[in-house]
């Protein structure tokens, strides 16, 4: 049996090999780095994260989630059928055109997919190697779809809270004042690879090695599907950790009500239909009620009175070494009190040497850091602030 059940993972996991999706989310993970690069190099003159920091998060979180999501799935007994598979697919790639990571994530690509398998069930469509593949989609079938989509979007709440917040992007905006001030951006994409029951009897592939086994009476495949979860998240009012770890919180609670209605859905059919919808519309209300809130803030980044906020700091450079952190407020540097990147770049040749700043961090508590300062450092210390429109025109600075 373990044998068995060994040689069916093995050959699931091949599969996955074949599935579109898996290499879609590479390709478009590789675009948004591109165009993030593009975006900080025309604010900023210097790229945040190199354009492959996109493709480094893609994998590593998902796998974690998708063994645990797997585990569950198979536990529970929970099939889907392969035209479910096929709509999730087609609604990922639709979605993603609209460059809107948010409409990636599994509230609106399945649900999308649910509702269509509801219209199209008991149609006679036969897809390639797939015979009838709208005709299995029976009652059973339904809140299995709707579970799937519950457990998904609690999986996408943690990766916004765990991994949401980590390296956003600074960008630039004029508010509606024009004034020039800081936001920041999370657009992320996660590979999320899953084992699912498939029911065996729509499947006629010709291929030997595809995993076939008998689960309760019941024929079913054993698939490794590749979900992709994106988030889309601009911060503007509040410093990004909290905002976008208060938003992954708020998206694991929805999950946790759509999964207990969807759960019902083997009673009350009718309740299926409430989980998802449910989960468009939270998933959605969520996203307006951030924006709202974030709409009646004034700005986190902007200018201060009493200092200069960091905005963003470059990866291996001597500001980070020194320990400084987005948020933070540069208030004096050589014991000279700065208020635009003028002061700060005079203020630093007061001691070619050394350069002493005296910082409020995100708790509005003291510290000083220091460090050596060697030939070019001075220029090249790996800060990006808002800039004084007055008198630098239209972009950003990097001191």
């Known amino acids: 049996m373990i044998e068995q059940w060994g040689i069916e993972v093995l050959k699931g ?5 074949l599935h579109p999706v898996f290499y879609y989310v590479f390709f478009l993970a590789a675009v948004l780095g591109v165009s993030r690069v593009k975006r900080e190099r025309k604010n900023f003159h210097i790229r945040a994260k190199d354009a492959y920091f996109e493709l480094r998060q893609l994998v590593p979180a998902g796998l974690a989630a998708g063994l645990v999501l797997s585990v569950a799935a198979i536990g529970l007994g929970l099939a889907v059928p392969v035209a479910s598979l096929f709509l999730i697919a087609a609604f990922t790639l639709l979605f993603s055109l609209t460059g ?16 269509a398998l509801a219209i199209l069930g008991g149609v006679s469509v036969n897809f390639p190697f797939i015979q009838g593949a709208f005709e299995e989609a029976d009652d059973k079938i339904y809140p299995s779809v709707a579970i799937l989509l519950s457990l998904l979007v609690i999986v996408e709440g943690f990766l916004i809270l765990k991994r949401g917040s980590y390296a956003t992007s ?3 905006r004029t508010s509606k004042r024009g004034q020039i001030v800081g936001v920041h951006e999370a657009r992320r994409l996660w590979l999320l690879p899953v084992f699912l029951l498939i029911p065996g009897s729509t499947l006629s592939l010709p291929f030997e090695w595809w995993p076939v086994f008998t689960l309760g009476g019941e024929t079913y495949s054993l698939f490794l599907v590749p979900f992709a ?3 889309h998240q601009q911060v503007s009012g509040m410093h990004p950790k909290d905002a976008i770890k208060s938003q992954g919180r708020k998206v694991i609670k929805l999950g946790i009500v759509v999964l207990i209605i969807a759960a019902a859905g083997y009673w009350y059919p009718m309740a299926a239909v409430v989980a998802t ?3 468009i519309l939270g998933r ?7 924006k709202l809130k974030e709409d009646g803030m004034p700005f986190y980044f902007s200018r201060k009175n009493n200092g200069l906020m960091i905005l963003g700091i470059i990866p291996n450079s001597p500001a980070e070494k020194m320990g400084l952190k987005v948020g933070e407020l540069i208030s004096k540097v050589n014991g000279t009190p700065v208020h635009d990147e003028q002061e700060f ?11 002493r700043l005296e910082v409020f961090d995100t708790n509005n508590q003291i510290r000083f850091v220091q460090r050596a300062l060697y030939e070019g450092d001075h220029h090249e210390l790996g800060i990006l602030f808002v800039h004084d429109e007055k008198k630098w025109g239209d972009k950003a600075v990097s001191v």
């Not at 996991?13 to 090999?17: A, Q, T, V, Y």
């Not at 809107?100 to 999308?112: D, F, H, S």
């Open 100 to 115: 809107n990571m948010r409409l990636v994530g599994p509230a609106y690509t399945i649900g999308a997919a649910f509702f």
């Open 345 to 355: 770049y005079e203020a630093l040749q007061h001691n070619r040497a050394q350069c």
């Open 229 to 231: 979860i994106g988030m």
């Open 13 to 17: 996991i091949g599969r996955m090999f």
């Open 170 to 172: 600074p960008k630039l």
């Open 277 to 279: 919808a449910l989960a």
């Open 284 to 290: 959605e209300a969520l996203a307006l009620f951030q």
